[in-house]
């Protein structure tokens, strides 16, 4: 098929990788894949931001803010044209960001099939973390896009529920998690290596990937290693960046944990694997209960020993005692229990590891297995099968 391929993400974060990866499976499937999105720099590492956006985003009034969001799906909408009528696709493939409605707009001029990916209720997001200043014109927006969509694809049964609430109805809606691209984690060095790479032989390493934030809770992790549960080999090992940072790194100096502690800053993604083999306790300690933490898929590739939260949209994935160990996010202690559990049982930290690695390959998550059903979906829709029957077969490819 010739799949239109349009998004508005610019920053070089666990976003960029879901758009690059998907593009590249679809195009490894044989399908030709126009991209219409805004420009970014190729050099930037993962976990950086767009520093315009967010000095625009910081200085502006929020109101005026969104408007220029919503100007910019003008813009997004003449580049789409332009494509649609040079490139002719079969299908239109968007990912949904606030305020973007221009693929709404084509799919209604053009009559092309659209799949809509959803990765987060973004008016929700927007009001609980950064304040709306037209909240109003928000949900509509939003409304209008997941409900003008052929078929939407969320990334987790959570957040499924919510596009229900508001109006989706379930036979145009497929859940697609994340997943990962098994090539780049074929040639991660082994954990000894890893560890002796950073100067760590012998050492336990807890380990968290991505851009750091104060609600991730990592700050638990550096409280727990200062108590005499942790083993004093203990080490953490931070792979990004983030606001988060600098606050870590003066607790860690308050703890007097300075020295068992590593922030790598912002890495090339070819680089993320060579820092997760090291990792003998693989942390994800919060989540937001509708997400699909890209970071998870990343340590059941590399076979670690997972601790996170027993949230329903973890459980998706992750089973208690199989390929994770879970721990209950309403109990305070709980967390520092798990890893102490885990940090005392070598054999326990292997068994979770090993089954955590053959997930992979049992539920399929893999990008490739995801493009399969994106492209089994698009097939159905380019032939004109009811929406029913097209979600019906993109299902059918689901492991």
């Known amino acids: 098929m010739k799949i239109l391929y349009h998004h508005r993400t610019a920053s070089k974060d666990g976003q960029a990788v879901h758009i690059d990866e998907m593009i590249t499976a679809l195009r490894e499937l044989g399908h030709e894949v126009r991209v219409v999105a805004p420009q970014t720099t190729d050099g930037d590492g993962m976990g950086a931001e767009v520093g315009w956006?967010?000095?625009?985003?910081?200085?502006?009034?929020?109101?005026?803010?969104?408007?220029?969001?919503?100007?910019?799906?003008?813009?997004?909408?003449?580049?789409?044209?332009?494509?649609?009528?040079?490139?002719?696709?079969d299908v239109l493939y968007e990912r949904c960001n606030l305020f973007l409605m221009a693929g709404v707009m084509l799919k209604r001029r053009l009559k092309l099939p659209m799949l809509l990916e959803v990765n987060a209720p973004l008016t929700d997001e927007r009001l609980r973390f950064?304040?709306?200043?037209?909240?109003?014109?928000?949900?509509?927006?939003?409304?209008?896009?997941?409900?003008?969509?052929?078929?939407?694809?969320?990334?987790?049964?959570?957040?499924?529920?919510?596009?229900?609430?508001?109006?989706?109805?379930?036979?145009?809606?497929?859940?697609?998690?994340?997943?990962?691209?098994?090539?780049?984690?074929?040639?991660?060095?082994?954990?000894?290596?890893?560890?002796?790479?950073?100067?760590?032989?012998?050492a336990l390493v807890l380990g968290f990937t991505g851009f750091v934030r104060d609600w991730h809770g990592v700050d638990r992790v550096l409280h727990w290693m200062a108590t005499p549960a942790a083993p004093a080999n203990a080490r953490l090992l931070v792979v990004g960046d983030g606001p988060a940072r600098a606050e870590l790194e003066r607790q860690a100096a308050a703890l007097n944990l300075s020295e068992r502690v590593r922030f790598t800053g912002v890495?090339?993604?070819?680089?993320?694997?060579?820092?997760?083999?090291?990792?003998?306790?693989?942390?994800?300690?919060?989540?937001?209960?509708?997400?699909?933490?890209?970071?998870?898929?990343?340590?059941?590739?590399?076979?670690?020993?997972?601790?996170a939260p027993r949230m329903p949209n973890i459980e998706e994935v992750l089973t208690h005692g199989d390929n994770a160990w879970l721990f209950d996010a309403a109990d305070g202690a709980a967390f520092a229990r798990a890893l102490s559990t885990l940090s005392e049982d070598a054999?326990?930290?292997?068994?979770?590891?090993?089954?955590?690695?053959?997930?992979?390959?049992?539920?399929?998550?893999?990008?490739?297995?995801?493009a399969q059903r994106v492209a089994a979906l698009g097939a159905a829709l380019k032939a004109g099968r009811p929406?029913?029957?097209?979600?019906?077969?993109?299902?059918?490819?689901?492991p």
Do not use: C
């Not at 967010?54 to 005026?64: C, D, G, T, Y």
């Not at 955590?356 to 399929?364: Q, V, Y």
């Not at 929406?387 to 689901?398: D, I, P, Q, S, T």
């Open 347 to 370: 054999a326990l930290r292997q068994r979770l590891a090993a089954r955590a690695r053959a997930s992979i390959g049992e539920l399929g998550l893999t990008w490739r297995s995801n």
């Open 53 to 89: 956006v967010q000095r625009l985003r910081e200085r502006l009034p929020k109101a005026v803010y969104e408007l220029l969001e919503l100007g910019y799906t003008l813009v997004a909408y003449r580049q789409l044209s332009r494509a649609a009528a040079e490139f002719r696709p």
């Open 267 to 307: 890495v090339p993604r070819e680089q993320v694997p060579g820092y997760v083999a090291s990792f003998d306790i693989a942390l994800q300690p919060a989540v937001t209960p509708y997400a699909s933490p890209l970071k998870l898929f990343e340590y059941l590739a590399l076979g670690k020993a997972i601790v």
């Open 387 to 398: 929406l029913r029957a097209a979600a019906a077969v993109a299902r059918a490819e689901a």
């Open 130 to 202: 950064g304040g709306l200043g037209l909240p109003r014109l928000a949900r509509w927006a939003e409304n209008t896009v997941w409900r003008g969509a052929d078929v939407v694809l969320p990334v987790t049964r959570v957040l499924a529920d919510n596009l229900r609430g508001h109006g989706v109805p379930d036979e145009r809606m497929v859940v697609i998690a994340n997943g990962i691209n098994e090539h780049h984690f074929a040639q991660a060095p082994t954990q000894a290596q890893a560890k002796a790479a950073l100067g760590w032989d012998g």
